[in-house]
Each structure stands twice: as structure tokens, then as C-alpha cells.
């Protein structure tokens, strides 16, 4: 019945004007109540994988394939709990944002290159790499949303440096 309303009214047009990630932003108009308890769900999920992946890595044999997959796993599903708070579409631009775009872009490549060297490449050694990599950008990129928290940081290792 609402499709028939939308077709009768014009709405139907208007909505196919629309883009893909205008269509995905509509579609999440949540309740406040409904996205802190996604946001939770989520953050608790991404939390649950990422210290299961570490118990994993003591398992003999398979446990480092283990800790890879849960370790990522969580960090995506953390990543992606704060989708529940700001919306898809303010989320991927906040991430695409000048002051994070380096941060993203690592970070989202070491995801990606932590299950090729795992699974495609066999490569356990570099696996840890990216892991070790996805842990600093990951850390990077959420102090980015804590204002002056990443300009302290440089200059702190910039004195211990001297």
C-alpha cells in the first residue's frame, strides 16, 4: 500500500534520483535508543573477537590462522559499530576526511593484506606485520576523532626523539 501511495504521489521519482549511499543513509533513520544499543552490540562483538583471537594464538598449529581471522573480524565490527551512531553515510565521510584519509586508507589495506598473506599467500610472518600495522592505525585513526590528542603525540615523540 505505501509503494502505491509513493508511485501516486510522485515520491517514486524523487527516489530514484536519489544515489546509493543516499538511499543507505535513509534506510538507517534508527531510533537514538536503537543505534547506542547497535553501537554496543557491535563494539561488544568486535571486542569479544578481538581478545578471542588472542587466546586463540596459543592453540597449536592452527591457532595463528585463528587469531587473523578473529582479530580482524573484530576490528571490522568495531569499525563498523560506530556506523550506528553517526549513520553510514556521515561515518564514510568522516572517515574520508583530510585529517583521517591516510589513516583510513592504511588501515582498511592492512585489514585487507592481514587475510591475503594469511590465506593467499601463506605468509604467517607477514600476517603478524599487518596485524602489528592494523593495531597502530587503528589506534591513529581513533585518536584522530579526540581533538589535539594526535598533534600531542608527535610532538611528545618528537622531544623523546631529541
Not at 543507505?24 to 547497535?38: D, H, I, P, Q, Y
Not at 573484530?74 to 583521517?100: E, H, V, Y
Amino acid at each position: 500500500m505505501d509503494k502505491l501511495k509513493s508511485v501516486l504521489s510522485g515520491e517514486e521519482a524523487r527516489r530514484n534520483d536519489r544515489t546509493v549511499l543516499e538511499t543507505v543513509n535513509e534506510a538507517s533513520t534508527l531510533g537514538w535508543g536503537t543505534r547506542v544499543k547497535g553501537f554496543i552490540a557491535c563494539f561488544v562483538v568486535g571486542g569479544a573477537c578481538t581478545i578471542l583471537g588472542v587466546c586463540m594464538l596459543f592453540i597449536p598449529k592452527i591457532g595463528l590462522t585463528l587469531f587473523i581471522v578473529f582479530y580482524t573480524f573484530g576490528n571490522i565490527c568495531t569499525l563498523c559499530s560506530t556506523m550506528f551512531l553517526l549513520g553510514p553515510l556521515k561515518q564514510l565521510k568522516r572517515m574520508c576526511d583530510k585529517t583521517r584519509a591516510l589513516a583510513t586508507t592504511i588501515m582498511l589495506t592492512c585489514l585487507v593484506l592481514t587475510l591475503c598473506a594469511a590465506f593467499w599467500w601463506k605468509n604467517f610472518g607477514l600476517a603478524l606485520l599487518f596485524c602489528i600495522l592494523q593495531i597502530l592505525s587503528f589506534t591513529w585513526y581513533s585518536l584522530s576523532y579526540i581533538p589535539f590528542v594526535r598533534d600531542a603525540i608527535l610532538k611528545l615523540v618528537a622531544v623523546c626523539i631529541k
